[in-house]
Structures are given as C-alpha cells and as structure tokens.
C-alpha cells in the first residue's frame, strides 16, 4: 500500500471532527492546560508564519493531552480593522461579507492542517455577540474613570478630506494621493493605563520563569519608570498667556539634577503649549512656527526618531539658570518630546549626548560640571559627552561631591528652595482608543446637547455597527454618513441626541478574547466566574515578537481590571510566553512585496499537513527563524514515507498479533539493545517536547532511532523471537512518541500495527529509568594522560570490573609492560587514566 497523504489525512480529520474529539469541557479530577496561539487576523489565506506558529501550538496541546492534562486550546478571529475597509472602497464589496469569507477560508485551511482546536469555542471579534462585551468593558472603565476623553492629534489629508490611519501615512504622505499629511486636533478616548503602571511593572516579576528575557526587557523599558526631579527655570522676562495671566518660568523633567550647574540651555518640544507664547509677535514667530509644524508631521510619519539628526531652533527668547544665574536661551528640539515629562529639558552638553550634539551644531557653551576622579577634562577638547559618574566640579557647594551623592543632595536642596520637585515618571502613555473608521466596535457613548456625554445604558447594548453603509474615502468617520446610527434619542432626558462615531481600536478586543475563549456562549456577562476560576490563566501562549509591547501590555492591563472589577481571579494572564522567529526565504522574512512566499496551500496539495508540520518543526528550534528549503521540505515528506515503509516490514515480519510483556532480563542481547534505545528516546523525546520546546531535536532523535531500528536485518528479526517481539515494541513506540508531530499518518499507522485504541485516547509512553543506559558503553584510556585506546564496558560495570577489562586491552599492555603502575583514575562513564612510572 501507497502512502496516500489526502486519503488519512481526511479519514482522520473526520473522525476528529464528527467525535468532537478536541472539546474542552471542565473536569475537576484533571489538572487543565490552556495552550493558545494569537489568534489572526483573517487577511484572505494563511501564511507560512501561520502554520509554523500553529504547528507549534498543537504539538503542545496534543502533548498535553497525552500526559494526562485536560487541555483547551482554542481559535478565533481578531476580525475588525482596516484591510477589511481598503478591501471594501477597492472592490466594492462588504466589510463584514469580505471578513466572514476570509475567515471561511481560512478555517477550511486550519482544518486542514488538523490542528487539535475546540471549533465549539470559536469566536470572532467583528461578531456583535462579541462586540457587545468590548462595549460593556468600555461602560465600566467609564464609570471607574479609566476611560476618558481628551485632545489629540490625528493624521489628516486636506485633499482627501480623511483621517488617516498611521499605516496609510507613507513617508509623511497621504497613500492615496500623496499630498502632505498634517496633524489635526480632534477629541478621543482613552484608557488609563498610566493607572496601573506601577503593578504593570512590579508584576513583571511574576513573569520570570515564563517569559524571555528580552521581551521583560522591552516591556520594563516601554513602561520606563525613572525618578528625577521637576526644576522651574524663571523665564528672562515672564509672559502672558490668552487670559493675560503671567507666566514666570518653564518647567523641566530631569533625572540628572547632579548636572544642573552645566546646564547651558533648554529645550522644548514643537507641541509645548508655552511656544506660540514665546514668539507671539517676535520677528522669529514665523521661522519657529513652521520649523516647529514640520518636525511634528515628521515625527508622526517616521518611528525612527531616536536615530535622526538633532535638529533645532532658537526662539529668540532665554531663561536664568537658578542656580547659576546664567541666561540659557530657550531652543526647540526635535527630540524633546511633548508626551514625556513636562516637554521641557535642561539640556547639559557636557554630560548628555544629544545636547552635546546640539550644542556643537548651534554653538552654544558647553560647561564641564563632572569629572573622572583622577583627570580632568576640557569643554574645548570633548568629542562626546561625558556621561558616566564621577566628582561634581563647577557646582557651588556640591562642588568635590560624588555624583551619585549629589544626585540626592542636589535634589532635597531644590525642594528646600522651592525651585524643585522629587517626581517619578512613567514613559507609559494613556492609551489612545479612538479610530475614525467605520470596521470597529462602536464607543457606547451618545451625546446630548441637554445632558451632555451620556454612555449607552448596559442594556441598550450592542450598539450594533449598520452593515449596509457604503464606504466613502473622505470625512473623519464613516459612520457620520450614517443617518440612522448617528441619530438617537438620549437614554437620560430622550430628547434628540447624537452617538459617538469613533470605533475602539482593534486593540481593545484582542486585549481580553483569551477569557471569552473560556465561556464564549455565556450571554450574562463578558465571561463566566466558574469557567474563568478553572481555565485561566492561559499557561502557555504562542506569537510573534512583534507583539511583545503592546498587544501583551493591553492584555496585562485588560486582565488587571477583570480581577479589579471581580471577573477573574488572576493578576496575569499568560504564565508562559513563547516568541517564535520569523519563516524566512533566501534570507528574508517571507512577504508579498518581497516576492518570496511559499503557499501552504500547494505543500498541503502536494505533501500533506503533517509533512509540512514536520518541516516546520524540525528546521528550527521554535524561538529562532526558520529558513524555508526545498530539501528540508522533501526530507521531510521521504522521512515520513521511510516511517510508513518501516510499519508495512514490521507487519510482514511480525503479523499483527499482539506483542508479549517484554522482560528485559529475558531478552537476547541484541533485543536489549534495541529496547534501550526505545528507552532513551521515550525520555529524549518526552523532555524536549515538554521542558524545552525543541521540537527539531525531538524529531531527530526518532529519526537516529528509527535508522537504527530499520537497520535490523530480516534473517535477524526471524531467528530470534525477543528481537521480532521488540522490534515490534519499538516501531509501535516511535510511532507513539511521533503523533503530536505528525498526527494523521501516526494514528494511521497505529491501527495497521493492529491497535484498537486511538493513539488520542492512549497515554503517553513512559520510560524505564534503568533502561536509560545504553548497555554497554565506551571509555577512553589515557596513559599518563593521552589518549592511546578505547574499550567498551557493560554499563553497569564497577571499578573493578573496569580495571580488569582495561588491563586486558593490548594497547594498555604494550604501555604499561613492565613499568610501574603508581595509579588508576576512572573518570566514570568517559574515561580511564592510568599513570605509570619509568
Ligand atoms: C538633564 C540631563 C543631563 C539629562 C544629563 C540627562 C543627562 P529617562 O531616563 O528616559 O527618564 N528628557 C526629559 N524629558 C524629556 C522629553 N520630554 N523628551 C526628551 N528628553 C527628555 O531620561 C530622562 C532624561 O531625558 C532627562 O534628564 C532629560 O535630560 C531627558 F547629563 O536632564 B536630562
Ligand atoms: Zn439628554
């Protein structure tokens, strides 16, 4: 019989589906394993990366389920955002029809890879049964003050007449029409995430053992707390703002106030609300104004700004340093941001890069106030900032003073003085939920000229998105084209009221579908106390670096507030992290544009799913790229037909009777060999899969094995019926331990050799600790220390069994012949070293 990879693979995705084999149900006898991929974004087809992430996720899940643990593992649809809209004006054709025939597809390709979901939990985000609870969280983080509305830019096209979303601002530039894209002040909510930003960061702690390393780093540096000082530097001549009332100084956020006696000038952000001020009629308010709007659209278009050029203007105006008294003249910088701190810096060039770079730019002083201990260095002579601690110089009192000393000293005087203030500062920002686009869940909030902000009463909900609006690329919202939406009756007074038009950021629903997974039916609430007690947290989580900041942190914030608001009882929601690299061709991430993507659907066509499984897991280790070849690929495929040609052998030599208990002390020599490779690789295998996730070392150690089993000679297999029954034992084994791999043709293979039962509903093999030697094994002999031979023992041989075989070895003979033997060192299980006089 024919390996035929489309018969088994849909003889046994039937099965799995009409038994509903992969239906999670609660279980309170059984320890529960909540394995998950990051759910897609159904863009029309998956992609290698897809597979790769999801052949990851089931070899987990199916492995668990096999050890005993009762596992969910779930699949659904992150289906609101932008591409469905694009798709929409392009083609003339529905929102949601584009997304619901994507996620179709879609589903029929995952099926086909037979991946072990429960599809009863499926669930998309765009569905209002789903919808409606992004809108509830929105209510309550209403009413608890987390969600608020406040002022903010957006990307706008004067031309097109729209909002732009970031990914449709190219180089600063409209994508459509390629004029200039300016920023525009609209109203927008947020969510205060700034609210739990301490816990965000403290509780990273708890993430230790299951999270890498670098995306702890990423998340600790997103949050970026440091601790410094606010100083007032008194304005040169103080200034009066729209109401007439005096502004005296401008306020910096500095965490080297150590530095404050070289601070030579300040500079501020384009956006400071101080500027217009500053220049209002002087002959530089143009100049300034202008460079001031270009760096804004800049920085909105390029993320880059870290490594662009320092750039700046002078405002023409100065300040007074409070400790020195020098004026400092007042610069606008494009690296000073608006959001962080207070907009405003002293800026030391001495002793911090950038101002260094400013200052040599503009020519402005530059003002040694730290030195190393034992030199000294010169303003005139610097060619980068000097930015390490030392002896504070030039300071006044503090003068002769260790930096970090006077980084408190110099602190509490501030505060003495009134000039300053200990702060802590968060670089965490409120999180800007608002989208003017139409493919979203609408914010519950209506307006009411009477009443004012009035959010939707819980039971009015969902406010469902109208699905026949036609799609226009202009307006800053689409559902303001919407009569019928936009215009309701205020749920306080009921007179003529208007809805919010804005939709949350798709964001917001992925921050919290991993906890509807756990009761997705459930029409009281977003999710179900009893099921959320039993199922979460999710223990292992499975996705793209690309998401280690901000998808994580919102799901980190979204289940802090569950907890708060009493849906769950969890301060985190996924105790173990996995980041799996990218799937790469000719040396670079696959990708349309670049012209390099390999379609799963034609592997599927050609190979099947569980060679294509097996190329994805064998070629990498799941945390590095995986390089896409066309021989790993047929390797995989002819691995898999060796595997099948193996069992068809066992079959002819053995029948499919069933095989006797083996006894280890009863079997011939050669049977036991073989019977502790079983051994081996039973533990081997269950180790990497398991501890380590190294799936690629997993496989190439049932390869090794079923090489060396498959070397057996038939004359050898007939002769001897312990080798015939373990021969048997151990093609039935690597079969077993390749099943989460390679699922269909393992189950298949199975019922050849004769089993009854599933390899689904068989346990995991175990192993026989005393079976994990190998039964004999090899030393190396040195001679006062090299090498000269080597001998093989039985495993279990003591010291002087070794020393007898050792002794017995002509090499050793011919070393050792009539000299004196002063010792004997064995080095157990590597090697003997034998020392000898003259
Ligand atoms: C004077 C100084 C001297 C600074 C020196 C550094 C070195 P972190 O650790 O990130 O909090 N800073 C403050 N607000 C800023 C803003 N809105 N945009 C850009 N830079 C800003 O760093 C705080 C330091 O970053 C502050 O300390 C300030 O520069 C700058 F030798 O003040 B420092
Ligand atoms: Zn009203």
Request: aromatic residues 10%; glycine residues 6%.
């Amino acid at each position: 019989m024919e390996y035929d990879h489309k018969k088994i693979e849909s003889k046994w995705q039937k099965v799995w589906e009409e038994t509903n084999s992969f239906k999670a149900d609660i279980d309170r006898e059984k320890k529960k394993y909540y394995v998950l991929e990051m759910f897609p974004y159904p863009s029309g087809k998956i992609h290698m990366g897809h597979v790769r992430n999801y052949a990851i996720g089931d070899v987990i899940a199916r492995s668990k389920m096999r050890m005993g643990y009762n596992v969910i593992h779930p699949m659904g649809w992150d289906a609101f955002g932008l591409p469905a809209e694009n798709a929409a004006i392009k083609n003339k054709i529905q929102p949601a029809k584009w997304t619901i025939d994507n996620i179709n597809f879609m589903r029929n390709q995952l099926k086909k890879l037979g991946l072990s979901y429960d599809w009863t939990r499926e669930i998309a985000t765009c569905h209002p049964d789903y919808y409606k609870w992004c809108q509830w969280f929105f209510l309550k983080f209403y009413e608890k003050g987390l969600a608020y509305k406040k002022e903010s830019f957006v990307n706008w096209c004067n031309s097109c007449n729209t909002v732009l979303a970031n990914e449709q601002v190219e180089g600063g530039k409209c994508w459509r029409c390629e004029s200039e894209v300016i920023q525009k002040k609209m109203m927008q909510w947020f969510f205060k995430i700034t609210d739990y930003a301490e816990e965000l960061l403290n509780d990273l702690e708890k993430l230790k053992e299951g999270w890498p390393e670098r995306v702890l780093i990423m998340q600790r540096n997103w949050i970026g707390k440091s601790y410094g000082t606010e100083i007032e530097f008194p304005l040169k001549e103080a200034i009066k703002d729209e109401k007439g009332d005096l502004i005296k100084s401008i306020k910096v956020f500095t965490t080297r106030q150590d530095t404050l006696f070289g601070a030579t000038f300040v500079s501020i952000a384009p956006e400071h609300p101080i500027l217009p001020l500053l220049i209002k009629e002087s002959k530089e308010e143009e100049k300034v104004k202008k460079f001031s709007e270009s760096i804004i659209a800049e920085r909105r278009s390029s993320q880059n700004i870290e490594s662009k050029e320092k750039e700046g203007i002078f405002t023409g105006k100065y300040c007074i340093n409070p400790v020195t008294g020098w004026e400092m003249p007042i610069y606008v910088a494009n690296f000073v941001l608006m959001e962080y701190g207070t907009g405003a810096i002293m800026a030391v060039p001495a002793h911090d890069q950038r101002d260094f770079e400013f200052a040599k730019k503009y020519n402005i002083p530059i003002k040694v106030v730290i030195t190393p201990k034992d030199n000294e260095i010169k303003a005139e002579e610097m060619t980068e900032a000097f930015i390490d601690e030392g002896i504070l110089i030039n300071s006044g009192e503090f003068s002769g003073m260790k930096s970090n000393e006077a980084l408190e000293k110099i602190a509490n005087y501030l505060e003495e003085k009134g000039i300053g203030k200990k702060t802590v500062n968060y670089k965490l920002r409120d999180w800007g939920i608002s989208r003017q686009r139409y493919w979203g869940a609408p914010i519950p909030i209506i307006y009411c000229d009477r009443c004012g902000t009035v959010p939707v009463p819980e039971k009015d909900l969902p406010v469902v998105l109208p699905l026949d609006l036609k799609l226009k690329f202009v307006g800053d919202s689409p559902l303001k084209d919407s009569k019928e939406f936009l215009e309701t009756k205020c749920p306080k007074c009921g007179g003529n009221a208007k809805r919010e038009t804005d939709t949350m950021d798709t964001f917001v629903d992925s921050s919290w579908y991993f906890a509807r997974f756990c009761s997705p039916r459930y029409e009281e609430l977003p999710v179900k106390k009893e099921d959320m007690d039993y199922w979460m947290p999710v223990d292992q989580y499975i996705g793209g670096i690309e998401h280690a900041i901000l998808h994580l942190l919102y799901a980190r914030f979204f289940t802090k507030v569950m907890r708060d608001l009493g849906l769950i009882n969890a301060d985190e929601p996924f105790t173990s992290l996995l980041t799996q690299g990218m799937v790469i061709k000719d040396g670079a991430k696959m990708s349309k544009s670049k012209g390099n993507v390999v379609d799963p659907d034609e592997l599927l066509e050609k190979y099947g799913a569980d060679t294509v499984r097996t190329f994805c897991l064998f070629a990498a280790p799941p945390e590095k790229d995986l390089e896409w070849s066309d021989e790993g690929i047929e390797g995989a495929s002819r691995f898999i037909i060796r595997l099948w040609r193996l069992v068809e052998r066992t079959n002819t030599l053995c029948g499919s009777s069933e095989i006797k208990q083996i006894d280890k002390n009863k079997i011939s020599k050669k049977a036991e060999k073989i019977l502790r490779l079983v051994h081996r690789t039973i533990n081997k295998v269950t180790t990497d899969i398991q501890k380590r996730y190294h799936f690629n070392t997993a496989i190439a150690s049932i390869m090794e094995a079923i090489n060396e089993i498959s070397s057996l000679k038939d004359e050898e297999i007939k002769e001897d019926e312990t080798l015939r029954d373990t021969f048997k034992f151990a093609v039935l084994t690597m079969v077993n331990l390749y099943w989460p791999i390679a699922p269909h043709v393992c189950e298949e293979l199975w019922q050849l050799l004769g089993e009854k039962e599933t390899l689904l509903n068989t346990p995991w093999p175990n192993y026989d600790s005393s079976l994990l030697e190998e039964e004999e094994i090899t030393l190396v002999i040195q001679i006062n220390g090299k090498v000269r031979s080597r001998i093989n023992v039985p495993a279990d041989a003591d010291e002087e069994k070794i020393k007898e075989l050792a002794f017995q070895n002509d090499k050793v003979k011919e070393y050792t012949n009539s000299k004196k033997i002063i010792k004997t060192i064995i080095v157990p299980k590597r090697l003997i070293n034998i020392v000898v006089g003259k």
